[in-house]
Nanobody, 122 residues
């Protein structure tokens, strides 16, 4: 099994910054892509940013220019640097990975973390 553990959420004032981290563990063979999603009360989970194995990143329009996703392949860890935070960024942020295990190296599974709450006060 592959597990994801997020950290770094919390309460911040509008205009402030937070850095989220997500570490993958388990019998990992390869992680093809990692990403961050967010979910606010009453809304569906939506994409924030993704990054592939060679560093190619995509972002939701709402966070372009403010958030930066990065990845440390040696540590199987993905980061989300969140700057110029707005109250509308308040949500639970979930880490996601598309990963294969040593036992089944060609079979990729979607894995989710437990989520970390980001609250931005006005």
């Amino acid at each position: 099994q592959v597990q994801l553990v997020e950290s770094g959420g919390g309460l911040v004032q509008a205009g402030g910054s937070l850095r989220l981290s997500c570490a993958a563990s388990g019998r990992i063979f390869r992680i093809a892509a990692m990403g961050w999603y967010c979910q606010s009360p009453g809304k569906q989970r939506e994409l924030v940013a993704t990054i592939n194995s060679i560093g190619g990143a995509t972002y939701a329009d709402s966070v372009k220019g403010r958030f930066t996703i990065s990845r440390d392949n040696a540590k199987n860890t993905v980061y989300l640097q969140m700057n110029s935070l707005k109250p509308e960024d308040t949500a639970v942020y979930y880490c996601n990975a598309l990963a294969s295990q040593i036992s089944t190296p060609s079979s990729y599974l979607q894995v989710w973390g437990q989520g970390t709450l980001v609250t931005v006060s006005s």
